[in-house]
């Protein structure tokens, strides 16, 4: 019975941290948004590609985090 209960906290924090990373990636891909019109002046977009690829980085994390801490 002891292991059942460590792999369930193991799983939820794995699953917070899943959640917390890809939170971050979304803050980060809204900077890099934010900073997006002055790279379009300079001919650069690169910058929205970037911001696109840590967006669904953040949001598949966010998922599965959710996945997995909603599973028992």
Same mark, same amino acid.
């Given at each position: 019975?002891? !292991?059942?209960?460590?792999?369930? /906290? /193991?799983?939820?924090?794995?699953?917070?941290?899943?959640?917390?990373?890809?939170?971050?990636?979304? *803050?980060?891909?809204?900077?890099?948004?934010?900073? !997006?019109?002055?790279?379009?002046?300079?001919?650069?977009?690169?910058?929205? /590609? *970037?911001?696109?690829?840590?967006?669904?980085?953040?949001?598949?994390? !966010?998922?599965?985090?959710?996945?997995?801490?909603?599973?028992?």
């Amino acid at each position: 019975m002891a !292991n059942l209960t460590v792999d369930y /906290e /193991e799983r939820r924090d794995a699953s917070i941290t899943y959640l917390l990373i890809g939170t971050l990636c979304l *803050i980060f891909a809204f900077l890099v948004m934010f900073f !997006n019109p002055s790279a379009m002046k300079l001919g650069r977009l690169t910058m929205l /590609e *970037i911001a696109g690829v840590l967006a669904a980085i953040g949001l598949a994390l !966010n998922v599965v985090g959710m996945v997995r801490l909603r599973a028992k």
